[in-house]
């Protein structure tokens, strides 16, 4: 879970114009797969559009986490 005093370190906007490049089927299936477990908790599946966004935040969120262990890794001390 993303810790609330993280700075984000990803740009929407900017992952607004990557997401029309590298967003795929698998991260689509993905997507769907946690759709439809929130459906089935909470019966709010609404089709394609909500995947749409749920691809959306998965990519940003693991780029997100990519950034983070990247920055980790240049603030330990280099043996």
Known sequence: MMNYNTP???DPHQMIEISK????LATMYKAA???KAWGEQYSDYDGFNTLCRYSFIF???RIQGIR???AKRRSRPQL
């Open 8 to 10: 984000l370190m990803v």
């Open 21 to 24: 490049y590298c967003t795929n």
């Open 33 to 35: 797969d946690i759709a």
């Open 59 to 61: 990519e940003m969120g």
């Open 68 to 70: 983070e262990e990247r």
